[in-house]
Nanobody, 117 residues
C-alpha cells in the first residue's frame, strides 16, 4: 500500500487542522492505520491509531481529548482531526499502515504542521 499525507500547514495556537492520508490499493480496509509525528531534534513518536474497521482507536496521552483519528474505507483515507493545537504539536506528521500483528511497515512522506504561539 502507498500512503500520501496532506493537510499540514501553519496555524495559531488554539486552532485546528485536519490531516488526511490517502492510500492506494484495494485492500485498505485490511490495514490498521496510525499517525506519528517527529518534532525537530526529537525522535518520532506515536500519536494515534485506528483498527481496520474503525471500531477501536488509541491515542498518546499528549493528544487525548484534542485529536481524533477516523477512517473512511470507501475513500481509502484516514484522517486526523487536530483541535486546540499547541506549539508543542509542531512536527512532521506521518501516516502509517500495518496488518496486525506485524508492526507499521508502510509509511507516507509526512506533512508539516507548525503551530505558532
Amino acid at each position: 500500500v502507498q500512503l500520501q499525507a496532506s493537510g499540514g500547514g501553519l496555524v495559531q495556537a488554539g486552532g485546528s487542522l485536519r490531516l488526511s492520508c490517502a492510500a492506494s490499493g484495494r485492500t485498505f480496509s485490511s490495514y490498521a492505520m496510525g499517525w506519528f509525528r517527529q518534532a525537530p531534534g526529537k525522535e518520532r513518536e506515536f500519536v494515534a491509531a485506528i483498527s481496520w474497521s474503525g471500531g477501536r482507536t488509541s491515542y498518546a496521552d499528549s493528544v487525548k481529548g484534542r485529536f481524533t483519528i477516523s477512517r473512511d474505507n470507501a475513500k481509502n483515507t484516514v484522517y486526523l482531526q487536530m483541535n486546540s493545537l499547541k506549539p508543542e504539536d509542531t512536527a512532521v506528521y506521518y501516516c502509517a499502515a500495518r496488518i496486525p500483528p506485524a508492526g507499521y511497515n508502510y509509511w507516507g512522506q509526512g506533512t508539516l504542521v507548525t503551530v505558532s504561539s
